[in-house]
DNA sequence: GTGAAAGCGCTAACAT
DNA sequence: ATGTTAGCGCTTTCAC
């Protein structure tokens, strides 16, 4: 499929690169008799113009980087989702990297996206970085929910906020002996937040038990959970929640009735399980528009902004 | 981040652009002190070159398109992941775009992705395309799991595989009244395929219930599936098959014990419910094996091929 | 009204 | 061993 280009559109038509372009880009001062020629050649030949070229000259970037060691979990599909819906108005596509270490493959995406894109959006790197160790690339970075490295954007997550609200919501309906199953300091912040404010007072108790979160963590933590005799479970994330949900079915211990349940991140599914899931949902839209905001606005300051994330209410509290 | 150049290095150097050119490449012929130099100066000032401008002087590309109109599903994720991977190794990434339809989205991406690529992998897209609507792009269209226009690449799915593997594995259980709940053709040609080679000899009995597949209908349809007394039911999507599930879990229905269910598409929910979902898989990695080497090994003629899906089996039956 | 020409950053054939 | 130069496809200034 050989590209069709200006010049070859010049020659076949007899007239001047400049011409050709004035026709197809709908300047003034050529003559109707020029211009329909030139429009009847680039329609036969189906004439595009090449945008690598013309980002060149122009010096613009129309692709931004996303990189994420995690493609694994459904929350980072709606984010791009959502990303590319917002960057395609602005004429601007989502590249995909998903680096499994700084030192070959994260150097190996900056050296093969170099002049092809301005902006990295990184959700989530394989190893810490510095702002020394990104100094060597010509690239802005947008660190997503992430520790951020000294001179460069980010934008951060307050985890803490949904899960207050979460709690709040489990001690406003009466439970009082919360257990948070997990580990992940950014919970427990909130969870602090909503005994400050609340639990405390209505004489709640809360108790903790030390966990990783993934699925299988949230069946396998089954009867270390009975034992602590909760009436309300807070767990790290959705899949670890989804695990307990399974575990308890397969125990025929009511959920809600005896013990509710809260998970984290909104996954998809939260909207699956029997019963569905309450959880705490990150503030995507919120997120993404501020990333096309500085796409689209470029600025010398660097940009740090925290978002709330927020509680969503299901059958399983 | 100004990029720095060839050109200013030369200066930087007192070199000419075709020296500096020479040692960044490692080639030949540059006496040591030069090397040396250049060497310390594209180090200090962090010199990337431009992919841009070398893919436009190579007429090289180094990105693929990944369209898709349904970012929604877990298994897109799963296929964009796997695909990234193998795609990185060749130097390539994956560029998204999710058009919403033809006429409009589809154009402006194949404008703006002209001239950073040669191949456009297509997932889903919103309304049929004819080759004769691909012929004004310069691009190599690869779709997968769809009807193909004319004249491109193909990389189809047999569905019916997999699902007949199902259901020969439900029948060899026992399994009798065997309920198909959906509507897809392919999905139906598998079952009919299980049946034509052990169901009737096996005196299985195939029942039908037309519906829509989502989430929601799964669980909605539970009274109308109940009603025809199967002992074993298919569903055409694992997220119908969920909603399934928790109808099943609100009435008490053991599953398989009373009633064996199978999925469709092996996405993360099997994992994930309780009991966990048997399915039936798609061929990730063999479709994508295939697209990498269309990717880097062009040739003439198109290639069209079917890969084969496969039952996964779990706890739901 | 139209065209010649420079140049975005890079590569490589062709001098010297 | 090193530099000059043309050109990938495009935009745009500046002449005519």
Redesign the pocket.
């Known amino acids: 499929m050989a590209?069709i280009?200006?010049?070859k559109l010049a020659e076949l038509s007899?007239?001047?690169?400049?011409?050709v372009?004035?026709v197809?880009?709908n300047q003034a001062?050529?003559?109707p008799e020029?211009?329909e020629l030139v429009l009847k050649l680039a329609e036969q030949y189906h004439?595009?113009?090449?945008m690598a070229?013309?980002n060149?000259?122009?010096?613009k970037k129309s692709f931004v980087g996303i990189l994420s060691s995690n493609f694994q979990t459904e929350v980072f599909l709606q984010k791009v989702n959502d990303l590319e819906r917002r960057l395609f108005s602005a004429g601007c596509y989502p590249i995909l990297g998903r680096p499994d270490n700084f030192s070959t493959d994260f150097r190996k995406m900056m050296r093969d996206w170099s002049?092809v894109m301005d902006y990295v959006v990184v959700f989530e790197l394989p190893s810490p970085v510095s702002g020394e160790d990104l100094l060597e690339f010509p690239l802005d970075f947008i660190f997503v929910d992430r520790e951020t490295p000294a001179d460069h954007h980010s934008l951060l997550i307050d985890r803490g906020s949904g899960v207050c609200e979460a709690i709040k919501h489990l001690i406003r309906n009466g439970r009082r002996r919360i257990l948070h199953c997990g580990g992940h300091e950014s919970r427990k912040e909130g969870i602090q937040r909503a005994f400050d404010e609340i639990g405390t007072a209505e004489g709640a108790r809360r108790m903790f038990l030390e966990s990783p979160s993934e699925f299988r963590d949230g069946y396998s933590q089954g009867p270390a959970i009975l034992q602590r005799n909760p009436d309300a479970v807070f767990f790290d994330t959705d899949r670890m929640a989804a695990g307990f949900l399974k575990f308890a079915m397969e125990r025929n211990i009511a959920i809600p009735g005896k013990i509710a349940v809260v998970g984290f991140d909104d996954d998809l599914i939260c909207r699956m399980s029997a019963p569905s899931l309450s959880s705490v949902a990150h503030p995507i839209a919120e997120i993404n528009t501020e990333i096309v905001s500085i796409l689209t606005s470029p600025r010398k300051e660097k940009i740090c902004k925290t978002f709330p994330t927020r509680f969503i209410l299901r059958e399983s509290c």
Do not use: C, E, M
């Open positions: 590209q280009t200006l010049k007899g007239l001047s690169i400049r011409t372009s004035r197809l880009k001062y050529v003559v020029k211009r004439y595009l113009p090449n070229a013309r060149l000259r122009l010096q002049g």
